[in-house]
T-cell receptor, first 114, second 113 residues
Framework: DTAVSQTPKYLVTQMGNDKSIKCEQN?????MYWYKQDSKKFLKIMFS???????INETVPNRFSPKSPDKAHLNLHINSLELGDSAVYFC?????????????FGEGSRLTVL | GENVEQHPSTLSVQEGDSAVIKCTYS??????FPWYKQELGKGPQLIID?????GEKKDQRIAVTLNKTAKHFSLHITETQPEDSAVYFC????????????FGTGTRLTIIP
């Protein structure tokens, strides 16, 4: 059983479109995150949620809207896609609130905007 | 905010030799320092972490050292094997509240058979 699963794994779309990436964790963790990894492999936090509540919004454009229907799911919806949104998006979860514990990452969703 | 610098960006070592990756951080209040390994096509995975109340931690072939005065910490991999080839990330955070984890820029380690 995959602990943190993301779908889709690959996403190719045109500029201006809207797309969603789904994430589910079966670890029973309270906290979930979205990270963006650019072409240079730099990992940057986008959002963190604790038990469905937004904890961190790291100055992400409001075209990005996370939604957490329950503490096991954190989806990412992106409106009006731009070329610069091309990246690998990672979902992660942790048992502890805050960042002093292990993060469990999904395998990533590679978004390519043409 | 926290700034984490990581060196080198790429590192190639012969199989069986040791590899060392170094990181410096800027926030003197940071006290949690994990290291993540990212294999091709996978998400990062925690391999070892250290908190500021210890100076060194070992787990089989990997070890991490921390110098709080100088604000730097290092990952040491001994007796490297081909499966150690990956991108390694250091990170730092304060370990209370909702402080964010700041990652270094990554080191691509290649083990030459």
């Amino acid at each position: 059983d995959t602990a943190v699963s993301q779908t889709p794994k690959y996403l190719v779309t045109q500029m201006g479109n809207d797309k969603s990436i789904k994430c589910e964790q079966n670890l029973g963790h309270d906290t979930m995150y979205w990270y963006k990894q650019d072409s240079k492999k730099f990992l940057k936090i986008m959002f963190s949620y604790n038990n469905k509540e937004l904890i961190i919004n790291e100055t992400v454009p409001n075209r990005f809207s996370p939604k957490s229907p329950d503490k096991a799911h954190l989806n990412l919806h992106i409106n009006s896609l731009e070329l610069g949104d091309s990246a690998v998006y990672f979902c992660a979860s942790s048992q502890v609130t805050g960042f002093a514990g292990e993060l469990f990452f999904g395998e990533g969703s590679r978004l390519t905007v043409l | 905010g926290e700034n984490v610098e990581q060196h080198p960006s790429t590192l190639s070592v012969q199989e069986g030799d040791s590899a060392v990756i170094k990181c410096t951080y800027s926030d003197s209040a940071s006290n949690y320092f994990p290291w993540y390994k990212q294999e091709l096509g996978k998400g990062p995975q925690l391999i070892i972490d250290i908190r500021s109340n210890v100076g060194e931690k070992k787990d089989q072939r990997i070890a991490v050292t921390l110098n709080k005065t100088a604000k730097h910490f290092s990952l040491h991999i001994t007796e490297t094997q081909p499966e150690d080839s990956a991108v390694y990330f250091c990170a730092a955070s304060r370990d209370f509240g909702n402080e964010k984890l700041t990652f270094g820029t990554g080191t691509r380690l290649t083990i030459i058979p």
